[in-house]
């Protein structure tokens, strides 16, 4: 009899999925030692060794189902893998999966029940499958308040994703906003979101380029507040210039169509990660000769 137990052992010994590791059982009647092997030979097992590798490509997505919205990223190591079905079909699961949820932390995600047994085994099937490691790095859930609406954008097929929420607008206002964030690249949504410490360093910057120019330290002072107002504008959503009339800022233009910015996420697939430096050629190989 195979038991819960027993699944469990193997899955932590081999990092299968659920369902593979309760198949290798059944296939070897409750013997662990030959239930690994039948994993390995499946090229299951395999999945954990990917582990420490890179995966820094893959897609961004976003799915709605009424008020509530998911925005996440799924990490695969090569851009070719993007275009995979399996890979597609895997995001779908998961966001599918999430939406469902109010899980605040990736832990939670992975532990999310799918058709794999959980969002982790999904995860473990499909890069045995697949031949990469794959990794869901990082999602947001969003519910709306009353009055408010969702707004979003994916560029390039899923390589930026963008999310707003608006507050009074309609729906068209607030996807001119989301493709205004995908395609601008703001660092903050509002001034108030810049932490002290970045406006200081801008600040010491401005000065002591203003000084370089030769403008006295108590003219080179006053110089600093209009720069860093421009800088605001470079980096804040809301000041921004908005990309369809440059005469208005992103918050005007939405203040001239009854509403105000609640909130906007970016994910941008692999920002802030080390990215790989293998070369291409060479990984085809180790694929090839099954290393």
Avoid: W
């Avoid at 999945?47 to 925005?71: M, Y």
């Avoid at 090569?78 to 995979?84: A, M, P, R």
């Avoid at 810049?194 to 801008?202: D, F, I, L, R, T």
């Amino acid at each position: 009899m195979i038991t819960a137990e027993m699944v469990k052992n193997l899955r932590e010994k081999t990092g299968a999925g659920m369902m593979d590791c309760k198949k290798a059982l059944a296939e070897t009647n409750g013997d662990m030692a030959a239930a690994e092997d039948y994993l390995r030979e499946k090229g299951i097992a395999k999945a954990t060794k990917k582990e420490s590798r890179i995966a820094a490509e893959g897609l961004a997505n976003i799915f709605v189902d009424g008020n509530k919205a998911v925005i996440l990223e799924v990490n695969s190591e090569t851009d070719f893998v993007s275009k995979n079905d399996e890979f597609k079909s895997m995001i779908q699961s998961i966001g599918e999966a999430l939406l469902k949820s109010d899980v605040k932390t990736l832990e939670e995600a992975l532990e999310l029940p799918c058709e794999e047994g959980t969002v982790k085994d999904l995860i473990v099937a499909k890069t045995a499958k697949i031949g990469e490691k794959l990794s869901l790095r990082r999602f947001e859930i969003v519910t709306l308040e009353d009055g408010e609406c969702f707004g979003s954008y994916l560029h390039m097929g899923g390589k930026i994703a963008s999310l707003v929420v608006l507050k009074g607008a309609n729906e068209n206002v607030a996807k001119d906003v989301a493709m205004q964030q995908a395609a601008m690249r703001p660092d903050y949504v509002f001034i108030s979101d810049v932490p002290e410490e970045v406006v200081a360093k801008e600040s010491a910057i401005q000065k002591e380029l203003a000084m370089n120019e030769g403008k006295p330290a108590d003219i080179a002072e006053k110089m600093v507040a209009g720069r860093i107002q421009k800088f605001y504008k470079e980096i804040c959503l809301a000041e921004q210039a908005f990309i369809k009339d440059g005469n208005i800022s992103v918050s005007t233009y939405v203040k001239n169509n009854g509403g105000e910015i609640v909130r906007a996420i970016r994910f941008e697939v692999g920002e802030g990660m080390e990215k790989r430096s293998d070369d291409f050629a060479e990984e085809v190989m180790k694929q090839v000769k099954g290393e």
